[in-house]
């Protein structure tokens, strides 16, 4: 199974957020060099970043749900 990046991240918050998005969507996703960036911020830009990769099979549906931006959504809170 080939391993495709689809995004590259510098802190662990926002790869971990897009991870999640992709998990809620049902596709199966991973974080690479996380744990050297998390000890040494500093080679981030060394090893090019977090990456968040899927299979090969699931680049599309990836890319469509990462497409997405929700900052102008208004969620509905209650009061």
Not at 21 to 37: K, N, S, T, Y
Request: aromatic share 8%.
């Amino acid at each position: 199974m080939k391993m495709v990046n689809v995004a590259t991240f510098d802190t662990i918050i926002e790869a971990s957020i897009c991870k999640g998005r992709l998990e809620a969507e049902g596709v199966p996703c991973w974080l690479a060099d996380e744990h050297i960036v998390q000890t040494d911020m500093l080679a981030s830009p060394a090893i090019g970043g977090i990456k968040l990769q899927v299979s090969e099979e699931w680049e599309e549906k990836a890319r469509e749900v990462l497409a997405v931006d929700y900052s102008d959504f208004d969620f509905p809170f209650e009061e």
